[in-house]
């Protein structure tokens, strides 16, 4: 039997990942299933999830159980995966064991359970070690295929010269193949497949037992599609033709790559602001509400799919093919995984309250003529990427994630924007006053003035915590002066003084993400 205390737990995560589901639905992930993992033995448990090591693993599955029921019960696809360490440890590949890589694993297990049903596969040497590669290709099958590795990592589309056997007939030349980076797996697309078998049929038709092919420079790699056509941009319809998921007909989920910095022409626009929902996946506003997403792929790259780019106006557009690059053919992110075949993973804290502060400066800059809240800048990108919890909890950890923390949701406050559209509504005094403000006090004051929160001060309270928490650890003060910072922030989390660093990280956080969604509230209502 479970504890009330456990219980009580697990109503709280069925809250969250059904929040969290709901919300997904509405930014417009493809949601698919929530991996719940279990485990068979204590051994596998304890070196899966060290930090809860000689908790009984069979309270953890009851815990789940229960978690799986108020689930279902809610309406939120749900499958419980068993976790063995061995899998788990060849799966990361030297990587990190954390929250964050047991839901990716989670959703490996889901997506594999569903491959071993259906895919097709066909393994090969790396192109570093063997210049022409052999792959069997049976004709008689078609089936459905995933981006994703069996390792799961991202697999990338790749042109090497390959050499197929399909109905006893050769065919060999540069042609498209899903290759992984990580364990050098090369899987056969479905476009790829079916022209090998045409090819083959042909070949017999005619007496011929070897084709020779080369698709880079054949007419298909030219296509242009009737989108965008006031702006010259640059883009791969293979990558269209042969990624799976994607439309090769109509040619709107093409893939169109820009250099990071575009973002930053949008956030300087006053029609547009920038949202982002996770560290690769986020979105364009307009004041009318409309938006359009986008991703950032493992080279941080940004991608839009060129159907969508059609919509920009034609200054836009040109703007944006000043920074358009030429594809690099790999665009495994969250932005893929919502848009075309998601299994849904909960996110991870920093990623909720990432969204919770994009969800505050989209609701501003919609209730309030276009102000935008919040600065945005190529390294405001990269922080977003940077934003991740501790491994070790060390002091040293732990003020680095204070510091990119504090850049993240204080420093990238647009305090002068905020200053001047509040200043017409204050009297002489308080306008003087705001001058000599900072930007947490100039928020505190617009939340109070603009946003009608009478609570302005207590919303504020996180964000005044976690710079204290990254003065107390990251600058050079008396170690005097920097305990009684660290025991004032801990004092106003509500933690008692000894409290570990995780403890506090978890409690900032959790604290900072509904800090974001009252004053979202807040904005909300004043606004209508």
């Known amino acids: 039997m479970l504890s009330d205390e456990l219980r009580a737990r697990a109503a709280k995560q069925v809250k969250s990942f059904t929040e969290a589901f709901l919300t997904a639905k509405q930014n417009g992930y493809n949601v698919q299933a929530l991996s719940l993992p279990s485990f068979d033995n204590q051994e596998d448990f304890d070196r899966c999830r060290p930090e ?59 997506s594999e359970a ?11 040497t790396s192109p570093e ?7 069997q290709v049976d004709c008689s099958k078609r089936t459905f295929e995933h981006l994703r590795c069996p390792c799961g ?29 990580r364990c050098g797996r090369r899987r056969v697309p479905i476009a790829t497949h079916e022209a090998i078998c045409g090819l083959a049929t042909e070949a017999l038709n005619r007496g011929v037992s070897r084709v020779s092919v080369n698709v880079l420079a054949a007419n298909g790699a030219r296509t242009r599609y009737s989108y965008c056509e006031k702006a010259p941009l640059k883009y791969s319809a293979l990558d269209t033709q042969y990624i799976p998921g994607l439309d090769g007909q109509s040619g709107f ?35 009318d509400g409309d938006y359009i997403s986008f991703g950032l792929n493992r080279q941080g790259k940004v991608i839009m799919w060129l159907g969508d780019l059609d919509r920009f106006p034609e200054t836009e557009l040109k703007m944006l093919a000043i920074h358009n690059v030429e594809s690099d053919h790999d665009i495994g992110c969250e932005f893929y995984e919502g848009q075309i075949e998601a299994v849904f993973t909960e996110l991870s804290q920093e990623q909720r309250v990432i969204r919770a502060q994009g969800e505050l400066s989209v609701e501003v800059f919609s209730k309030f003529n276009g102000l935008k809240l919040l600065q945005m800048d ?6 977003v990427s940077d934003l991740r919890r501790p491994l070790h909890f060390t002091e040293t950890q732990f003020g680095d994630a204070m510091e990119t923390m504090t850049k993240l949701l204080i420093e990238r406050i647009d305090v002068a924007a905020v200053k001047k559209d509040l200043a017409p509504t204050l009297e002489s005094r308080d306008a003087e006053r705001l001058r000599s403000l900072g930007g ?22 996180p964000l005044f915590v976690l710079y204290d928490l990254r003065v107390a650890f990251k600058h050079l003060i008396p170690a005097d002066k920097q305990e ?19 403890t506090i990280y978890d409690t900032v956080s959790e604290k900072l993400q509904l800090a974001f969604e009252q004053m979202k509230i807040a904005v909300r209502k004043q606004g209508e």
């Open 440 to 461: 947490l006090k100039a928020l505190e004051l617009w939340l109070l003035k603009k946003a009608g929160s009478e609570n302005a001060k207590e919303l504020m309270s």
């Open 114 to 124: 569903e491959r071993k049903s259906h895919e097709r596969e066909a393994v090969g």
């Open 378 to 383: 190529a390294e405001a990108a990269q922080l």
């Open 484 to 502: 009684a910072t660290k025991q004032s922030a801990i004092e106003r989390l509500g933690l008692a003084p000894d409290t570990t660093l995780e």
């Open 129 to 135: 070690q063997e210049r022409l590669l052999e792959v």
């Open 52 to 110: 809860e090591s000689g908790t009984d693993f069979r309270e953890h599955n009851e815990y789940v159980t229960m978690i799986l029921e108020g689930l279902v019960e809610n309406g939120v696809p749900a499958e419980r995966v068993l976790f063995h360490y061995s899998e788990f440890a060849k799966w990361l590949n030297g990587g990190e064991i954390s929250n964050a890589t047991r839901a990716s694993y989670g959703a490996y297990l889901l």
């Open 153 to 181: 990592n991202w697999s990338t589309l790749s042109f090497d010269s390959i050499e197929y056997i399909a109905e006893t007939v050769q065919v060999s030349g540069s042609m498209p193949t899903l290759t992984c980076g």
């Open 253 to 287: 989920l093409t893939p169109v790559f820009f250099a990071r910095d575009a973002l930053t022409y949008f956030y300087h626009h006053p029609s547009y602001t920038v949202k982002f929902a996770s560290d690769t996946y986020g979105s364009l506003w307009t004041l």
